[in-house]
């Protein structure tokens, strides 16, 4: 695990200093990469590639970063871990290739010089590559599968450079900061910004499952080698096949099983994240009964009891017999995190289970190098409550529309939070495409958003979740949504979340239910074998009951997250006053004050939705930061 970054400037006439640039970019990132640096110059092409290491994989010097060929013609850096190295190892060893080191990195070299980029398929990880092929004079740039690993380019007025995070970018001396009105958008609009968009003009996020090739002619090619959609319509192909219930739990247990061992794989200690749910109690669970070694889990517990897991996942961790570690979060506590977010996020993120995430991080790096996450387990097997919600509403949206309006009309009286969701509810029906329809449901600032800013940031046309084809369009609509859910929340707010909280920390973060073959498997399942009776995670219930008592994880769903609401209207209040005067926001140019003081004034009489309120705490923050 590192981070990376790096630069091509097509114009460099020596006006700055190659490696002092290089070397501050490299150094921003330093958190998420404590153990090691390096740096590789082309000065004669204007060309850097930089690392900052976090020692995971052969802790030698053998594993230092960027790392260069035997013959000088490949140079890698390299953020994340292919987990099934050895296995290519032994593979690329046959075709005569020598290894120094027992480093993935060298790997990821020799399996693109034997391969070139077909070596992609054979890769099971997380990962950023950077490539630079000096035979070809071609930099490449990959990005892994789902999207765990965050890469980001820059293309402007001859100067091309890559990150981990975007700060990198802002220590080159060509860089201009600008804000991307798309990417206001989206993060009003939603929480995140998901790909191609960044808040940062000219900055995008290169898309999962993708590589991008920049040659010595300034010529930019993106291709994709691994696509979700493809992974979704094999459901075509099954959707009539009778399959035996019990040989598929078994089919899926194996799957799970190897792919959990996979992420075991490091030469530093390794934990787990128990938060009680069914996700990682499913991967602690089978993990633990399938390895000798007592599994160190942690626990992050809240004393407000409505957002509380911690003592299901104690319960758990003593059933499975773990080592395990909970703390519990004070509002001080999560209260310290809130000024460190936006140096953490570098873009503004509307998501406040940041804070938890970030905290629990904190105390697993106190005894862990490397954790592993249940993260996707809702996205694929079907466990968000507005699942089973959105299968009886919006599949029979006719018979609701005809019966209920005078209920819609009678319903939307009610104030305060509970009135901004029903209207959405009410709207949402009479939405016929699950694009419009899932952009509806997910979004905040709707028709308000051109009121919130100032006129130079409006925006013409909305930047909709969108399927990519007509044949995805035929799935049922609930595999639909959750299509859009792993292409866009899944990548870019969940997987960001826990990237940038555990790396600030220089904790890696591990996500084995986000395996590529795991995914091939269970994504095209017809949805009976994820819902049932309007509960998801149907599949994975039955192979978890092998494990655990069902008592012990049968239980409404719990959220990660703050009481935002009140911390907004007593601890957050002074903060959010004093970041939103009118002199504040006139100094940024951004936002419209008069349409913010009414929000906060709706707000404050329990008029408006808290997440509004949140995003521009956090909007205000960042701008504070870097505007």
């Not at 190659?18 to 640096?37: E, F, I, S, W, Y």
């Not at 802002?170 to 009105?181: G, M």
Request: proline share 3%.
């Amino acid at each position: 695990m590192c981070r990376i970054t790096g630069f091509w400037d097509f114009n460099y006439k020596g006006e700055y200093d190659l490696d002092n640039v290089l070397t501050q970019m490299r150094d921003v990132l330093k958190h998420g990469g404590p153990d090691d640096a390096g740096n590789y110059l082309e000065k004669d092409l204007g060309l850097g590639l930089a690392n900052r290491r976090l020692s995971i994989l052969d802790l030698s010097p053998l594993g230092h970063q960027p790392m260069i060929d035997d013959k000088n013609e490949i140079v890698v850096v390299f953020n994340g871990e292919i987990y099934n190295f050895q296995e290519i190892k032994k593979e690329l060893e046959g075709f005569g290739y020598k290894f120094k080191s027992n480093s993935d990195t060298e790997v990821i070299i020799y399996a693109y010089k034997h391969w070139r980029l077909d070596c992609l398929s054979k890769f099971r990880g997380m990962f950023a590559i950077a490539i630079w092929d000096k035979r070809r004079e071609e930099l490449i740039l990959i990005r892994d599968r789902i999207g765990v690993k965050p890469l980001y380019y820059y293309f402007s007025n001859g100067l091309f450079m890559f990150a981990s995070e975007t700060k990198a970018f802002l220590k080159h001396p060509k860089f201009k900061k600008e804000i991307s009105k798309e990417g206001l958008f989206l993060f009003f609009r939603y929480g995140y910004i998901f790909y191609p968009y960044s808040i940062w003009q000219n900055v995008y996020k290169l898309e999962t499952g993708s590589y991008l090739i920049i040659d010595k002619n300034k010529n930019l090619k993106k291709e994709k080698y691994w696509d979700l959609g493809k992974v979704y319509e094999k459901y075509f192909e099954i959707k009539d096949k009778n399959f035996d219930e019990n040989e598929l739990i078994e089919n899926l247990e194996q799957i799970l099983i190897e792919s959990f061992k996979l992420r075991l794989v490091s030469d530093v200690p390794v934990g787990v994240f128990l938060s009680g749910g069914i996700d990682s109690s499913t991967v602690t669970a089978l993990l633990q009964r399938n390895i000798s070694q007592k599994l160190k889990t942690f626990t992050i517990g809240f004393y407000e009891t409505k957002y509380d897991e911690s003592k299901w996942a104690k319960k758990i961790a003593e059933y499975l017999g773990t080592d395990h570690t909970e703390m519990f979060c004070s509002i001080n506590e999560a209260l310290e995190i809130i000024p460190k977010l936006p140096e953490i996020y570098d873009e503004p993120f509307g998501d406040s289970s940041a804070i938890p995430t970030h905290l629990v991080s904190k105390i697993a790096r106190e005894k862990v190098k490397v954790i592993l996450s249940g993260d996707g387990g809702d996205e694929f097997f079907g466990g968000y409550d507005r699942y089973w919600i959105f299968r009886i509403v919006f599949e029979n949206r006719l018979v609701f529309n005809k019966f209920l309006e005078p209920f819609w009309r009678l319903i939307l009286k009610v104030k305060g939070e509970n009135q901004h969701r029903i209207e959405k509810s009410s709207k949402l029906l009479r939405y016929k495409n699950i694009n419009e329809g899932f952009s509806y449901i997910s979004s905040y600032f709707l028709d308000d958003y051109n009121q919130l800013v100032n006129p130079d940031f409006r925006i013409s046309s909305e930047i909709n979740f969108s399927i990519e084809n007509n044949k995805l369009t035929k799935l049922p609509k609930l595999m639909q949504w959750m299509l859009i859910d792993a292409k866009y929340y899944l990548s870019e707010d969940i997987l960001v979340k826990v990237d940038r909280a555990s790396m600030a920390v220089a904790l890696e973060t591990r996500e084995p239910l986000l395996d590529h073959k795991i995914l091939e498997f269970v994504a095209p399942l017809p949805l009976k074998y994820k819902f049932t009776k309007n509960s998801g995670k149907y599949i994975l219930k039955k192979l978890l009951a092998k494990y655990l008592p069902r008592e012990l994880f049968e239980r409404p769903k719990h959220g990660f997250g703050i009481p935002q609401d009140e911390w907004l209207k007593i601890e957050l209040k002074k903060l959010l006053d004093e970041l939103t005067t009118r002199d504040i926001i006139k100094q940024n140019n951004v936002l419209n004050y008069d349409f913010i003081d009414k929000l906060k004034t709706n707000f404050y009489l329990g008029k408006e939705n808290s997440n509004k309120i949140w995003f521009l705490l956090m909007f205000q923050l960042w701008a504070n930061r870097y505007l």
